[in-house]
């Protein structure tokens, strides 16, 4: 009914979101702030669900639990990641919210491109994000692109880089203290 409404000129078309911005304000080894736009065309529900956390104030003192140097710096989980919580279980979990469907597009890792972090199961994405450091080809179509970096990339160049192959951070790792949803 609202379609044929719509057609006849008797309802307005609804106004579309302006794109979501989200400004995170990051702390030690790495400190000032990144501004991400979550690509909402490409990935809505995962869009959807960092705007929501990051409004709720979900990522404020969470870190960056897994970093990579050459790679990706990966931080976003809510239940296990805040600082002076339990650094060991970091990155083994999500939010109070359900996993999501993978919404995987041709949009390729490239420096700046923010994608969701997932286990082994293709539709386990749930919280967490990664930041890439450099161009990652064989991420491509097996991970959901959420976001890209418009500012801030020399501050993501500076966060604390982890050990081993699993880049688990050692010591005290850098974390977001903030986030602004614009």
Request: hydrophobic content about 40%.
């Amino acid at each position: 009914m609202r379609k044929l409404l719509l057609a006849l000129g008797l309802v307005a078309a609804p106004v579309m979101a302006s794109a979501t911005e989200i400004e995170l304000t990051i702390a030690g080894e790495a400190n000032g702030t990144v501004v991400i736009d979550l690509l909402e065309e490409l990935a809505p529900d995962h869009a959807a669900r960092i705007a929501e956390l990051s409004a709720a104030g979900a990522y404020d003192d969470v870190v960056f639990h897994r970093v990579i140097d050459g790679f990706m710096a990966q931080t976003g989980d809510v239940e296990h990641g805040k600082l002076g919580g339990n650094m060991r279980r970091a990155g083994t979990g999500g939010s109070d919210k359900p996993d999501l469907k993978a919404e995987f597009s041709d949009t390729p890792f490239e420096r700046g491109i923010v994608g969701m972090a997932r286990s082994q199961n293709p539709h386990s994405a749930n919280s967490q994000f990664f930041i890439m450091f450099k161009d990652g080809p064989f991420l491509n179509g097996q991970y959901t692109v959420v976001g890209k970096v418009t500012s801030g990339m020399d501050v993501v160049d500076q966060i604390k880089r982890g050990t081993g192959p699993n880049g688990a951070v050692i010591g005290q790792p850098d974390r977001i203290t903030s986030v602004t949803v614009r």
